[in-house]
Nanobody, 121 residues
Framework: QVQLVESGGGLVQPGGSLRLSCVTS????????MGWYRQAPGKQRELVAR???????EYEDSVKGRFTISRDNAKNTVYLQMNSLKPEDTAVYYC???????????????WGQGIQVTVSS
């Protein structure tokens, strides 16, 4: 099997920055779309940003202009640069990716275990 391993979360003051990273636990055959979702206490999980294999991106309205998603296909890694963080960005952030583990296998959708981001003074 394969895991998505997230890193880079933590506690930051309002207006600060964090960079989240997510990498597959081993080499795989192919990756399609990758993205970041978040879930705040008492709320549903929501899409934050997503990036296609060709580099096309989409963002949730509240993070546009503040967050940037990018990927390094050679490293099987997706990043989320978060600037001008606000208390309402506080949530558990989850990495998500569409993976094909082996040549000839079907595509599967995978989730990371989540990483806490807390924005507070």
């Amino acid at each position: 099997q394969v895991q998505l391993v997230e890193s880079g979360g933590g506690l930051v003051q309002p207006g600060g920055s964090l960079r989240l990273s997510c990498v597959t636990s081993r080499n795989i055959f192919s990756i399609n779309g990758m993205g970041w979702y978040r879930q705040a206490p008492g709320k549903q999980r929501e899409l934050v940003a997503r990036i296609t294999s060709g580099g096309g991106t989409e963002y949730e309205d509240s993070v546009k202009g503040r967050f940037t998603i990018s990927r390094d296909n050679a490293k099987n890694t997706v990043y989320l640069q978060m600037n001008s963080l606000k208390p309402e960005d506080t949530a558990v952030y989850y990495c998500n990716a569409d993976l094909r583990l082996y040549r000839g296998s079907s595509w599967g959708n995978y989730w990371g275990q989540g990483i806490q981001v807390t924005v507070s003074s």
